[in-house]
Every structure is written in C-alpha cells, then in structure tokens.
C-alpha cells in the first residue's frame, strides 16, 4: 500500500473489489462452496483494508468512510464524481 | 436498501467525443435490453420470489446492473461532453438535443422512450427466470451489435466488460431456474405456482 498513487489504489480497489463482486454472484447459487466462501472472505478484507487506507490518503469513497479522512468540513460532493472521467 | 460508493465499477475514460456512437450507446441505457431494463426487471421480481437464494440473486444482480447503467451514462456523458453546435447538427444528435441538451435521458437509439413494458415481471419462478436469461441473451447481443460498429479502444474497454457481465449473469440465473426446480414437484414443474398457490412454497434450503 506504500508509495501507491490515487490512480495506482483506485486501480487495486477496483480489482480486489470486482473479484469480491463477482465472488459474492457465485456463492448466492453455491452457497456450501467453502473454496468460494474462502476466496471471497480474503479479498472481502484486501478491499476493506484498501477502502480505509484510501479514504486516509484521499478521501472516502463510501459515506461510512467519511470518519476516516480528516476532514473538518463536509467534502462528499466535491468533485471528482465518477462519470466524469477523471480519476475514479 | 443501498449504500453506493463513489466509483464506477469498471473505469470509464473516454478522451475523444463522439455524438454518433453516443446516439446507438444509449440503447444500452433507455433500450428494450438495456441496463436500466434490467435492473428494473430483477429488481421488481424479487419481491415475490420465494426462494431466498434466488430472491439473493435478484438482489445482487439487479444491483450491479444500475452499476452497469452508470457506467453507459458515463460513456455516453463523456462522448458528447462540450459539443459545439456545428458538431450537433453534423452528427445527427441536433433530434435528440434539441429536447434534452447534453443531458441523459433513457431512450433506445431509435428515440422510443423507456417503458416498463420492455421487461415482465410474471410472478412465477419458472417464467421469470426464463424472462431474466432470455434478458441478459438480448443484453449480450446488443453489445455484440455495438462492438461491431466502434473500434475506438477507450469505447470499446468498459464494453466488453459490460458484455462479459451478461454472459456471467446468464449462467447464474441458469443456476437459480435450477434450484428452483429442485423445490418443485419433479413429476410436473407446473403443478403449482410457488409464489402463488398456498402451502406449495417449499421455500426452505436443501
């Protein structure tokens, strides 16, 4: 996690956060798979972990990060918004 | 019910405009087989679905389309981002601007407005699951259709993941028709309706 960009940990949540996503589909039709239940409980805590660290570096992603980042105003709109393009 | 973070589930980063691939795009918004039909679909069947995993299923996968819907509104926002006049009338986009701007509307491509009537929501497992793969089918062959007529990389990228989704979603609710013919009479899946006939629900996990 050191030394990473914004781009670089946007990059790695999104990966971690897709396998978490696409893990969670399977188990809702294969709920006794403990491979699965194992897979997705490892990259479950790679993206919270990630999660947090973001939010420490650049801002919260999800509205229970917010206490995380420390930030004395309320910054939850400010730009950038995700279908813009920029960063996220 | 929903928590949403503040990113897309898969990067959109379209640096180069384009008012006419965005007019066909749109259909995976305001289309028959779009995004926005999707998830209203899954979304309007669960209620009813008396088999948690599946209802687990709708859920979850009703979510990930309004991710899917943000995303093809990012490409379509990002593809007509700053247009001049001259670029409008140029492109064929002059019909859809004059009534909405540069702002996102659910339309197909052709102009005919969203409706619910693009999708059922038949209050029987067996039916609706059908009408959910026949769904991500008509889905992945929309994005068939569209990569067939863009080859600009950054269009193309968030695309074909998109598409990949319908294929992996298809499997899934494949999976769910099966487990909700497990819990029906093996002898005639159509003896009863589940959701409907009392006392038939057998809604408890194996």
């Given at each position: 996690m050191m030394n990473k960009s914004r781009q670089e940990m946007l990059q790695y949540i999104n990966e971690v956060s897709f396998v978490v996503d696409d893990t969670k589909l399977f188990l809702d039709t294969h709920p006794d798979n403990n491979e699965a239940l194992e897979h997705f409980r490892k990259y479950s805590r790679m993206r919270n972990d990630a999660l947090k660290e973001y939010a420490r570096l650049y801002g919260p992603l999800t509205v229970d990060l917010v206490s995380e980042s420390n930030e004395n105003t309320w910054t939850w709109t400010e730009e950038p918004w995700p279908w813009m393009g920029g960063v996220c | 019910m929903w928590i949403y973070e503040k990113r897309l589930q898969y990067p959109v980063k379209i640096t180069q405009t384009n008012p006419k691939m965005a007019q066909v795009i749109i259909s995976q918004f305001g289309g028959p087989d779009g995004e926005l039909a999707a998830s209203m679909r899954y979304l309007s069947q669960?209620?009813?679905?008396?088999y948690k995993e599946v209802a687990g299923v709708l859920t979850d996968i009703g979510t990930e389309e309004l991710a899917h819907m943000e995303m093809i509104c990012a490409i379509v926002y990002q593809l007509t981002k700053n247009l001049s006049p001259e670029e409008i009338k140029e492109s064929g986009f002059d019909k859809y601007y004059v009534d909405h701007t540069l702002a996102l509307w659910p339309q197909s491509a052709g102009g005919t407005p969203w409706t619910a009537?693009?999708?059922?929501?038949?209050?029987?497992p067996i039916t609706d699951l059908h009408e959910d793969m026949a769904a991500e089918q008509k889905a992945r062959t929309t994005y068939d259709n569209i990569l067939r007529l863009i080859k600009d990389p950054e269009i193309c990228d968030p695309i074909r993941f998109l598409r990949e989704r319908e294929i992996v979603h298809y499997q899934r609710f494949g999976e769910s028709l099966r487990i909700v013919q497990e819990r029906l009479d093996s002898k005639n899946f159509y003896a009863f309706n589940p959701e409907f006939d009392t006392g038939t629900c057998n809604c408890g996990r194996k």
């Open positions: - | 669960r209620y009813t679905m008396p009537t693009v999708f059922q929501s038949k209050g029987d």
